[in-house]
């Protein structure tokens, strides 16, 4: 335990004192904590829609929302009699309202534009109708981008427009049947259970976050350990400490070291938003409030599904001969990995489906599989124990032959080692 606990100080040390750990764990808490806090010392209502300075801003009608903000000429032909100069003037406040005596000088006007005091280019926005009736109508347009919207507000106005004229046939207030008509709804949603659609989000960033975790320190603790093996450093390290000591150390340093950089950088996120919450209106809880049986859920197999890969990438390293090779050797593993990240990705949306539940009891899936059905389905507890078994069933047998592998693989300098051969030589001493 001693010699463990050198090692795993040693490892510890070496990641935190390092100038790119210290500068990436700095550099995104003091980033999210700047950025959440903003709506607390500077007005962004106008930037971003729902924080504090729109709070006077209700329900919007129909009508409300229909107003475009085309800033061009609309050429305008009439030919059912119905059309309301106003209505249209209303509803495109900032565009620049034309009669035509035909629709094809609608036509001709919207390709090729006229020149008079009020129009500063013939090259400036122009668009048209041609109304045949109350119901029928054609528009013409010069150049259409691809949010144009004003086709969509002249419909609107013609269905006011009938709908006015088909009342007063019968008799009926235009007036009191347009504002029933407008009358927005209220409602409100209240999910029993889980909101999937809620806790997608934050499901997906810890995925994506587990994701980086296993890759980057992943890839360290190969690293390390070829490089102590291309130094011959371990000669030293494997007569004065027993080789589950080293594996033991160098990959709990790594896990403790990931997780402490991910808790801070999360938790100067989650502390920020949390003192500027009110100056958000509440509008990212849907990313930053999450249930403690989530976190939960992420912090237990998130670690042990970083464990179990990160003795896989310490066997991986002893295995090669050269720091170069150490990404060669992993490529497998490091498939695996996105193969089981994709696959859960893919998924979120189905987490109840018959290939997550599979997922979910795979040692080297279920990390993220069990986890995104914990935040997003339906999971018994029973499934849970099961899942959690057998993931840390895999990581003592990984842990155990990784130990005999890293022993034998570390010794054999210059010389790199199938994983077959290792796993061979380590059936034949144990017999």
Not at 361 to 385: D, L, Y
Request: charged fraction near 20%; include cysteine.
């Amino acid at each position: 335990m001693k010699q463990f606990g050198i090692v795993w100080r040693h490892e510890l040390q070496g990641y935190v004192k390092s100038k790119s750990y210290i500068g990436i764990t700095v550099g995104f808490a003091l980033l999210f904590a700047i950025l959440l806090s903003l709506p607390s010392f500077i007005d962004l209502s106008g930037i971003i829609p729902g924080l504090k300075g729109n709070e006077g801003s209700s329900t919007k009608t129909e009508s409300e929302t229909a107003l475009s903000e085309y800033d061009g000429t609309i050429y305008l032909y009439d030919k059912s009699g119905q059309m309301e100069e106003e209505l249209i003037a209303q509803l495109y406040p900032s565009a620049r309202i034309e009669m035509a005596d035909s629709e094809e000088a609608v036509k001709g006007l919207v390709e090729n534009g006229e020149q008079s005091e009020d129009s500063e280019s013939a090259d400036e926005k122009r668009c048209g109708f041609a109304v045949e009736s109350p119901t029928d109508y054609r528009y013409y347009v010069k150049n259409r981008s691809f949010s144009d919207s004003v086709g969509e507000v002249f419909d609107y106005a013609m269905g006011v427009m009938y709908r006015q004229g088909r009342l007063q046939e019968i008799g009926a207030d235009a007036a009191e049947i347009e504002e029933i008509y407008n009358t927005p709804m209220t409602s409100e949603t209240i999910v029993l259970g889980k909101d999937s659609v809620r806790n997608y989000l934050y499901t997906y960033l810890l995925i994506f976050v587990v994701y980086f975790m296993v890759l980057i320190y992943g890839n360290s603790v190969a690293t390390s350990v070829a490089q102590e093996k291309s130094n011959r450093a371990m000669e030293v390290l494997v007569t004065s400490t027993s080789s589950n000591s080293l594996i033991f150390g160098k990959v709990l340093a790594g896990t403790v070291a990931s997780f402490l950089q991910v808790g801070v950088i999360i938790g100067a996120a989650l502390a920020s938003y949390g003192a500027s919450r009110e100056a958000w209106n509440g509008m990212l809880d849907f990313v930053f409030q999450i249930p403690s049986q989530v976190l939960l859920a992420f912090a237990v197999f998130g670690i042990l599904g970083y464990v179990l890969y990160a003795f896989c990438y310490g066997v991986l390293g002893a295995l090669v001969s050269k720091t170069e090779d150490v990404s060669r050797t992993a490529g497998p593993l490091m498939f695996m990995f996105v193969i089981s990240f994709l696959l859960t990705v893919f998924n979120l949306q189905n987490s109840d489906g018959a290939l997550m539940k599979i997922l979910s009891f795979i040692p080297f899936t279920s990390p993220n599989a069990m986890f995104a059905r914990v935040a997003m389905g339906n999971v018994a507890v029973w499934e849970i124990a099961v899942s959690l078994a057998l993931l840390i069933g895999a990581i003592a047998v990984a842990a155990i032959g990784g130990a005999k592998i890293y022993r034998m693989g570390t010794l054999m300098y210059g010389n790199p080692i199938k994983l077959s051969r290792a796993l061979k030589m380590s059936r034949e001493k144990d017999q």
